[in-house]
């Protein structure tokens, strides 16, 4: 075990062998930056002052060429190999109110939610402490470093945790997931984190905006609406982008939530326009920024946007967002992980 003190002396927490800097100080109830927790954002930036650390991931696109040159380390891939003294900037936003912890989580059971994404259940011994659109980091046996998945459904005491996942090609992680875990299997989970998660207050009508496996996420953000019963005053637009009619998901678990069709509207995206044609896809074709700019067509600024997908999705989303409509960060809600 290690110390750490930050700088100035206010703060100091204390990181178990296998811990990272950046998970002991947010178990430790303290407001570290972060956003991804893998490596690929560059939000969890720290000084080393003194101590030693190890890097988790040498090559970790988080760091530029100049945060290496000036010795910056990244919390996220940081384990510590003695005391150690750092800057960081503390940021009030960060404090958890679910402090992460890392426990042992059985694997229950899976289902196909698409033909390319699965939904898989883990059980854990105590209450599954999240809130809606937060995210947990799966170690799996054999898989070096951890991955980084939504939960679909909602805190519970039952410890119950669902994971949307899509199989990627060659992806070592989802082939574990998807080949190999047998029900009974025990993986190490640790959350939640994530910034993305669904704001009470102020309460506007809310966009959510979901491509790929970011369906988990924003599944969870309606199914927490509809929990606080945000939605006897508020509408949720829900836009699901696919790249052709047989990966449209979601409508099928926002049908069973109260308000659906009048309250809760599911709007999916075809983009490929060759295979909307050759399935007969009679919905909006096109990509889903466009879709949600159409649909939507003023008053931007009335809704709270919450979303998760592939990082061209993302990019073009915060683009329309905030630059042609004017809408402020702090009404925009997602965890970058690229
Ligand atoms: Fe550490 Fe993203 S690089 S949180």
Known sequence: MSEILLEGGAHRFHCERHDTVLGAGLRAGLGLPYECTVGACGTCKFELLEGTVESLWEDAPGLSA????????????????????????LDEACRPLDPPRKQPAVFVSSANITHDIREFRFRTASRAAFLPG???????????????????????????????????????????LFDTLEPGACVTLDGPYG??????EPVRDVVCVAGGSGLAPMLSIARGMADLDMLA?????????????????????????????????????????????????????GFVHHHVEETLGAGFTGYEFYMAGPPPMIHAMQEMLHVRHAVPASQVHFDRFF
């Open 233 to 285: 005053t508020h509408r949720l637009h829900f836009f699901y982008g696919a790249r052709t009619p047989r990966d449209v998901c979601g409508e099928a678990q926002l049908r069973v939530l109260a308000g659906y069709g009048d309250r809760i509207v599911f709007h999916p995206a075809v983009s490929s326009v060759e295979e909307a044609a050759r399935e007969a896809w009679i919905g909006y074709t």
């Open 66 to 89: 100049r945060d290496r040159a000036k010795g910056r380390k990244l919390a996220c891939q940081s384990r510590p190999t003695s005391d150690c003294r750092i800057k960081i900037r």
């Open 134 to 176: 937060q995210f947990a980091l799966l170690h799996l046996d054999g898989v070096a470093g951890a991955r980084a998945y939504s939960m679909a459904n909602l805190a519970n005491d039952e410890g119950e945790w669902h994971f949307q996942v899509r199989r990627v090609a060659q992806g070592v992680g989802t082939s574990v």
């Open 195 to 200: 910034m993305a998660y669904l704001r009470k």
